[in-house]
C-alpha cells in the first residue's frame, strides 16, 4: 500500500453527503484537526475548543482529499461544503482546494466560518471563488460577542465585524450571515437592536436565524422559542429566516438508515459523540446530525458525567 492509501485509510477528510437545514444534501470536507477554532462558543455542537488558535497553516493533503471528494461525487450532493469539526480558514490550503474542486465538478462550494478572521485580507481573498459563503454573527456589542463567541485574544469585536463589512462588498458570490440566538442573552431588544445595525452594515443576501438544537458547550447556553425566533426574524433584517429545528431532509432514506443504527447502539449502551463516530466508522459532523434527529423525535436522552455528554436511548 503507497503512502497515499495508508494516509486516505487512516482518516477521512470528506463525509457524507448528509442533510443539511440550509444546504439540502451537503458533502462536508474537514479542514483542521477536531476542536481547532479561533472562537470557544458557548453554544457548540462539538463540545468546548481544545485548540484555540488564529495560526493559519497547511493542516490537509489536498490531493488525498481531492480522492475522496471525487469518490462521493456519485451520491450527487447538493453542495460540497468546507467546514468540519474546526474554522476552515485557519486552513492556509482553501483557496487551491477550491480552485481545485471547481476542476473537477460543478457542484457548487459553500464555506461555513465563524467570519473570525475576515478582518485579515489573505482570508478575504482565499474565499472569493467559493459560491457561497456563510459567516456568522451572534452579537452587535462586544460585550456580548466576548460573552457568547469566547475568541480568541487577538480578535476584537470591531475587526470582526469591519472583516464581515469589507468581504461583503468584495465577495461576488451568495453571502448569508447566520445568527446564533441564545435565550436571555442577545435576545433583548436593545441587543437585537445592535445586531440589526450590524447586519445593515454588512448588508448580506439572507440572514438564517439559528438556536440551540443540540447539547451545547455550555448547558447554560438555552434555546429561543420558535415563536419568539420568528417574531425576531421580523426585526432583524428583511430577508431574514428562522432555520432552527427544520429537518424536512431528514426524511431520505440513507439518512433514515444510519439514524436507525446510531439508535441500535445507543440502545445497547450509552455513548459520547466520539464513541459513536469510532463505533460505525461515520464522521463526527455527520453524529451530530442523527442525534439531533434523534432527541427531537424523543428516542434518545443525554446526560453529562465528568462534564462529557453521554446518549441513550429513551426508556433503557
Same mark, same amino acid.
Request: some cysteine; proline content about 5%; glycine content about 6%.
Given at each position: ?10 482518516h477521512s477528510?470528506? &463525509?457524507?453527503?448528509?442533510?443539511s ?9 474537514d479542514?483542521?484537526? &477536531? ?15 481544545t ?20 469518490a ?7 453542495y ?6 474546526g ?10 482546494l ?6 473537477i ?13 475576515l ?18 454573527l ?5 460585550e456580548i ?5 469566547r ?8 475587526n ?10 468584495? &465577495? ?10 441564545l435565550?436571555?442573552?442577545n ?17 448580506p ?25 420568528e ?10 429566516e ?12 440513507? &439518512?433514515?438508515?444510519i439514524?436507525g ?15 459513536i ?5 461515520i ?34
Amino acid at each position: 500500500m503507497d503512502a497515499r492509501n495508508v494516509e486516505r485509510e487512516k482518516h477521512s477528510y470528506v &463525509f457524507g453527503p448528509v442533510p443539511s437545514r440550509r444546504l439540502g444534501r451537503s458533502l462536508g470536507v474537514d479542514l483542521v484537526p &477536531f476542536k481547532t477554532c479561533s472562537y470557544d462558543c458557548i453554544y457548540c455542537q462539538l463540545g468546548e475548543t481544545t485548540n484555540k488558535t488564529v495560526e493559519i497553516k497547511n493542516s490537509v493533503p489536498l490531493d488525498i482529499v481531492i480522492d475522496q471528494i471525487k469518490a462521493k461525487l456519485e451520491f450527487k450532493p447538493d453542495y460540497i461544503t468546507l467546514s468540519g469539526s474546526g474554522e476552515p480558514t485557519l486552513c492556509a490550503h482553501i483557496s487551491e482546494l477550491i480552485s481545485r474542486i471547481k476542476s473537477i465538478t460543478d457542484v457548487p462550494v459553500a464555506v461555513l466560518t465563524n467570519g473570525s478572521l475576515l478582518w485579515l485580507p489573505q482570508v478575504r481573498k482565499s474565499l472569493l471563488m467559493a459560491d457561497l459563503v456563510v459567516p456568522s454573527l451572534d452579537a452587535g456589542s462586544g460585550e456580548i460577542f466576548e460573552y457568547i463567541n469566547r475568541p480568541h485574544k487577538s480578535i476584537t469585536f470591531d475587526n470582526m465585524l469591519s472583516g464581515l463589512i469589507e468581504f461583503s462588498k468584495e &465577495f461576488k458570490g451568495q453571502l448569508w450571515l447566520e445568527v446564533f440566538l441564545l435565550a436571555g442573552v442577545n435576545t433583548t431588544e436593545v441587543q437585537i437592536s445592535k445586531l440589526r445595525e450590524a447586519i445593515l452594515a454588512i448588508s448580506p443576501d439572507r440572514v438564517q436565524i439559528n438556536t440551540v438544537t443540540r447539547p451545547p458547550a455550555k448547558e447554560f447556553a438555552q434555546k429561543v422559542p420558535q415563536s419568539q425566533l420568528e417574531e425576531i426574524a421580523k426585526k432583524l433584517y428583511d430577508k431574514a429566516e428562522v432555520i432552527a429545528d427544520y429537518r424536512h431532509v431528514h426524511n431520505q432514506s440513507d &439518512f433514515s438508515v444510519i439514524c436507525g443504527d446510531v439508535l441500535t447502539l445507543l440502545k445497547r449502551r450509552p455513548c459520547s459523540v466520539e464513541d459513536i463516530s469510532e463505533g460505525l466508522g461515520i464522521h463526527k459532523n455527520e453524529v451530530v446530525k442523527y442525534i439531533e434527529e434523534l432527541l427531537s423525535k424523543g428516542d434518545i436522552e443525554s446526560r453529562l458525567q465528568n462534564k462529557k455528554t453521554y446518549y441513550l436511548a429513551s426508556n433503557c
